[in-house]
DNA sequence: CCACCTATTTTGATTAGTCAAAATAAGTGT
DNA sequence: ACACTTATTTTGACTAATCAAAATAGGTGG
């Protein structure tokens, strides 16, 4: 069986390869990982010799399909739990993130069933990321930012892409989660300012780097 | 934070030594662990350098204070989300064991409280395991057992003190679970064998060593 | 008391995963 | 073409956990 680390690697090379076929470099892998880049080289040669993924060197790396499979029933587990955590054990949104990034590794595909089943086959999790089904299906949808869209339409937000615990508390408190109907008011690219008008007619100002990581819709 | 291994090694300690103050051996300690006994020396030795067990050598173990609070909050973590696994999941108790062996590693103690109040604060496990507190205190009271116990009288079976899949699913099979009411006909101390009697008057033969693992008490 | 048996400890290796720091390969610009 | 910058790889070392096999300490029986 994979060990964690193995899982944790498979897993960000998935997300870092935003389910098209480029390559991962070493550095956004290490990076993501929180390990040195050396780490990262040798573990990624003992992957490639497993056949998990393939690595091009000093380009980067590639998932196989094997390590993909792998890697789509990780995300699988980790997203199924964070909605577990939210729904059934009613947590913050903000706090699930990590313990998922446990559990992950913990969930046996039985009890990952059971769970599924539990909360009707959930297509998102608490933050709006999409979740494989078994068969390691995912949506990959693209859809447009706060720093892309449209000004002035009616949009509704769709996915919050950002995990860390402060970003989500911010988001919580300023209304901004998956379902919430807003428009872009302004914005300044100069100033890298984007201004959201909400439902309520509230008025919050985000940077842009902040309005990128929320990923909206038309409302309809 | 401790590793996996080091919350094992202390949980089997607390196991092995049952609630008693007694030292638990080397080779006992090894054999619950599947490890070799040499890996246990090393590992016991570190961990006394830690200060969560005590070890005198060629003698045994025993846990420290600071050693028992790891132990059994790993231990209230088994318990309960074995609990959890069959009252929300409806798994079969005979496989939750080994479940819980990887996810009482991975829960954290705020999921661990969640998981409790989800519950209702279950005082045993789907086995009849005592399940400790938040305090640490655990039920200790001790029970008869099938191969010690009165024959003829009423009994409720209370607990069953075996892990295994195949023992847990022949009990399934027999009707030997906590609740389960019944009697002990005879018991031949020569063969080993030990008659029962359900409430419904089926039969079910039973060997000592058996017999032995099925806790029961006074029906009342 | 001494030889023997058995549990425990010691010793020497191995594997997985990691870091620090030195070496190297690939651009980039002049 | 050459010097520079930067990402990547290599090298050497370390920790946690383990096993196999040799050494040893304690009883136990005669
Ligand atoms: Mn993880
Ligand atoms: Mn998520
Ligand atoms: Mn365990
Ligand atoms: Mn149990």
Redo the contacts with the bound molecule.
Sequence with gaps: MA????ENYLKHVLLLSEGGEELV????L?GA??????????????LADEGLLE?Q??L?VRLTTRGRRIALNVLRKHRLVETFLVETLKMDWSKVHAEAEQLEHAVSDEVLDRLDALLGHPRQDPHGDPIPNRAGKIDSQVYATLATCATGRRLRIVRVTEQSEEFLRFAEDSGLRPGAELSVGERNLVSGLVTLTRTDGGKIALGVAAAGKILVEPRG
Tied chains: 1, 2.
């Design positions: 060990t964690v680390a193995v470099s070493m550095g956004d290490a990982l929180a390990v040195v880049p050396g780490t990262a080289t040798a573990m990624v040669k003992a690595h060197p000093r980067g």
